[in-house]
């Protein structure tokens, strides 16, 4: 844990150079194709059915279902 | 034979002086005797590569030709590749056998081409020399004390090694030009949106774009046709045509306008420098200008870097919960001690480190001033670099500012080890095309020139760089005991 300690700090120093720039009136910049629209698909079924082979990586299947830890008694 | 262009050996392929199995079963072999001390595949796939390779010799057979029908190449570990594991560099996928291919895999197996294996990375392709890799660091050929860089640095050292024709790999912040650079390798990375991301392992989405390591521009060209293009798998696959790559490397440099960035200059390493000037001396004897630009908020590159990709990074991750692939830890006492446990001792150090950072930087009282500050500076690096781009057709520099360094040298340090992508990550906050080439040694080690240019250039840095590569020799350079 002090290894995170000592490391974090530095990082979070490092970025703080950030405050000393001038960004007011400057729009934030999520996507580096700005302007970009996310596209839309008709509302249709266009995927088959995997569970079975995507379930083949659960630590822990039965009847379909994955398994965890009991969180209600 | 594991010297030789992509074009050379799809002319074998097509003209029955050699078969795809012959060609598969003499990289398997080399594989076999370099890997153990490279440490550069995590994975090799022999059974799978020899059934490729006989039904790309029944394609050619038939008449079918095409630039990587037979040829074979390894990707990097964070492709996903059905029915083979797909590590990712992580003990947290180290059981995971991904259930279908990424687009990338599927567009190069339609081609017709061959996977090897897989390439060691740094874990969830978070590092700067392969050293965060839960299978342990990859060996630099050129010198085994150093890395190759990172994140592709399987990719990257498999390639100097001769291991395979090409290789696969992904680019957030230069993992694909770096370690280019430190090995003596050709890497682009294209514009985001260009490549597909489906199907390979999230770790920045707004960054994260997927690229081609090879001998030369010439042959990243022709990976790159197969690999670009629409998908609408990819909600940020742009639909535009694709370019001939291979037809446009011809062009001639006449009034092409390279700018020079002041802020990659200032402070390089003298024989550093030499290299590139050296370099801009080849260009502008074929009838290139050069210009100086600046880029006044480049240097925050670094700063914006780290809130905004561990900030994506800490949600992409939050997927790997124990529950429905991947890591789970033994004997979970209730459902929070799973996730806790799994996630905790599925991850390693430095992805603990980013995922801690990020959720820090959106958490409620500092989100506005790091990850939207951060935002903001991003759109100033943009500007800068959309200014750049209305004078000059593309910017050169240095990709890296040293040579490979020892492995063990940084990996205690982070803010050293981050600051290795100095030049790079401008090109991935902005969504820009970079190709990384060799242009000469520093203390016997390889060093590479960067070309950075507008959105969709991939043309004009592949044309560029190959026309250096007519007239130079330093790609064709290998790591002595791998010719």
Redesign the interface.
């Known amino acids: 844990m002090p290894?995170?300690v000592t490391?974090?700090s530095?990082?979070?120093d490092?970025?703080?150079?950030?405050?000393r720039?001038d960004?007011a009136n400057?729009?934030?910049?999520?996507?580096?194709?700005?302007g970009?629209r996310?596209?839309l698909?008709p509302d249709v079924v266009a995927e088959t059915d995997?569970r079975e082979?995507?379930q083949?990586?659960?630590?822990?299947v039965q009847a379909g279902l994955?398994v965890?830890?009991?969180?209600i008694e | 034979m594991h010297d030789q262009s992509i074009g050379e050996l799809a002319l074998h392929l097509g003209a029955g002086r050699c078969s795809s199995v012959e060609l598969t079963r003499h990289f398997l072999a080399r594989i076999e005797r370099f890997n153990p001390a490279l440490n550069a595949l995590v994975t090799v796939t022999a059974e799978e590569a020899l059934a490729a390779a006989a039904a790309a010799d029944r394609r050619l057979a038939r008449g079918e030709r095409g630039p990587l029908l037979g040829v074979p190449l390894i990707h990097k570990d964070i492709f996903c590749t059905d029915g083979v594991r797909t590590s990712c560099g992580s003990r947290m996928l180290d059981?995971?056998?991904a259930?279908?291919d990424a687009t990338v895999v599927a567009r190069l197996r339609a081609a017709g081409a061959v996977m090897l294996g897989k390439a060691n990375m740094d874990e969830f392709a978070m590092g700067s020399s392969n050293e965060t890799s839960y299978y342990g660091p990859v060996r630099n050929p050129w010198d085994t004390g150093k890395v190759p860089g990172g994140s592709s640095g399987g990719s990257a050292a498999a390639m100097a090694a001769r291991l395979a024709p090409y290789t696969t790999g992904t680019d957030t912040g230069g993992s694909i030009r770096q370690p280019a650079a430190l090995t003596g390798v050709t890497g682009i990375k294209p514009t985001?949106?260009r490549v597909s991301r489906y199907g390979m392992i999230a770790f920045a989405s707004?960054?994260d774009q997927a690229g081609v390591l090879a001998r030369s521009a010439e042959d990243a060209a022709a990976v790159l046709q197969v690999m670009a293009g629409f998908d609408?798998l990819d909600?940020?696959s742009?639909d535009a045509p694709v370019p001939d790559y291979p037809r446009l490397l011809g062009a001639p440099l006449t009034g092409l306008r390279i700018g020079l960035l002041r802020e990659f200059f200032d402070g390089l390493e003298s024989r550093n420098a030499a290299l590139i000037h050296d370099a801009l001396k080849v260009y502008t004897s074929l009838g290139a200008s050069t210009v100086e630009v600046s880029l006044p908020?480049l240097p925050?590159s670094v700063?914006?870097y780290?809130?905004v990709a561990p900030a994506e990074c800490s949600s992409n991750l939050s997927r790997f919960d124990?529950?429905?692939?991947?890591y789970?830890c033994d004997n979970?006492?209730?459902?929070l001690?799973?996730y806790r446990r799994s996630r905790g001792e599925g991850f390693g150090?430095e992805v603990?480190?980013r995922i801690?950072?990020g959720t820090?930087?959106l958490s409620a009282g500092y989100f506005d001033?790091?990850y939207?500050?951060?935002?903001?500076?991003?759109?100033?690096i943009?500007e800068d670099f959309r200014k750049a781009f209305s004078e000059v057709d593309v910017l050169i520099g240095p990709t890296t500012p040293t040579p490979a360094f020892a492995i063990g040298a940084k990996i205690d340090d982070?803010?050293t080890m981050?600051l290795n992508d100095i030049y790079t990550i401008g090109a991935?906050?902005?969504?820009l095309p970079g190709l990384s080439l060799p242009c000469g040694f520093v203390d016997g080690l390889p060093m590479g020139l960067q070309l950075i240019g507008p959105?969709f250039s991939e043309s004009r840095l592949l044309n560029a760089a190959h026309q250096y590569q007519l007239r130079t020799d330093w790609h064709r350079q290998a790591p002595r005991g791998y010719e």
């Open positions: 290894v995170y490391s974090l530095s990082i979070v490092f970025v703080a150079d950030l405050s720039t960004t400057v729009e934030p910049m999520a996507h580096p194709m700005d970009q996310q596209r698909r995997h082979k995507y083949r990586n659960a630590p822990s994955y965890v830890p009991k969180v | 059981n995971f056998v259930p279908y985001y949106g707004s960054l609408p909600s940020t742009v908020h925050l700063p914006t780290y809130v124990g529950v429905r692939y991947g789970r979970p006492k209730d459902l001690d799973l150090p603990k480190r801690m950072t820090y930087v001033a790091y939207l500050k951060a935002q903001k500076v991003r759109r100033l943009n982070p803010i981050y991935n906050l902005a969504g959105h």
